[in-house]
């Protein structure tokens, strides 16, 4: 097991351009999680899938974001025609269905920054 | 709605210090709680959790009590060292729902 991964660490973008992150899940997970975290603040729910579904996304999952899981392992989210708006850290976490306590394992999340 | 109010920060304490971090929260049915904890350059990291009124939560020194009645969940620990120098989040996640609600987070700087 190790652990949540994710792709880039950090990625440094100018505003309008597209960016994609990749999350490699912990691999008997079969629920995944995107979180986007600004300064001083705690994470915030973007959307949610389980295995390659995509069950559940936040208001703030603009239109110009998307999120697949392919094929139910790793997960991508894209951002289009980034704004200076978008600039947090992009965190994922998984976690295997069934708890009662839903206990979800976080990544080391992407910073990203849109200058 | 579903809401997690943290004490600000920053703490800074002296080592071996008694340490309580507030957390209040707000929700429909019945939750189940949680503190994450992010030491410097690392991800979240599960510290505790509970699952009902009145369970308390407890891992590294850490506690934390489920308290229907003033919807609490404080986070205490009796002698704090400076590798417990972590910004650490409260959270919940509504019985049925997917998603956690985390507080802003509360950084603890512990001084030798």
């Known amino acids: 097991d190790t652990g949540v991964s994710q792709d880039p660490r950090h990625k440094i973008t100018k505003r309008g351009q597209n960016v994609t992150f990749r999350c490699d899940p912990i691999?008997?997970?079969?629920?995944l999680y995107w979180y986007r975290q600004t300064l001083g603040q705690g994470p915030e729910f973007l959307t949610y899938?389980?295995?390659?579904?995509?069950?559940?996304k936040s208001r703030l999952l603009s239109d110009r974001f998307s999120a697949e899981r392919p094929k139910g392992s790793f997960s991508t989210l894209e951002i289009q025609r980034t704004e200076q708006g978008d600039s947090a850290m992009y965190l994922c976490?998984?976690?295997?269905?069934?708890?009662?306590?839903?206990?979800?394992?976080f990544g080391p999340g992407t910073r990203l920054t849109v200058t | 709605g579903n809401s997690v109010t943290q004490m600000e920060g920053p703490v800074t304490l002296s080592e071996e210090a008694f340490l309580t971090i507030n957390c209040t929260y707000t929700?429909?049915?019945?939750?189940?709680l949680f503190w994450y904890v992010q030491y410097p350059g690392e991800g979240l990291q599960l510290l505790l959790k509970a699952t009902k009124a009145d369970d308390k939560g407890s891992n590294k020194g850490f506690e934390a009590t489920y308290r229907k009645e003033t919807t609490s969940f404080h986070l205490e620990k009796g002698s704090v060292q400076v590798s417990d120098s972590a910004v650490y989040f409260c959270a919940l996640s509504r019985s049925g729902a997917n998603n956690l609600f985390f507080g802003t987070g509360t950084r603890l700087t512990v001084i030798p």
């Open positions: 691999s008997e997970h079969n629920r």
């Open positions: 929700a429909t049915g019945y939750p189940s």
């Open positions: 899938f389980q295995n390659e579904a995509q069950l559940e």
């Open positions: 976490a998984s976690s295997l269905g069934g708890q009662v306590f839903n206990e979800q394992y």
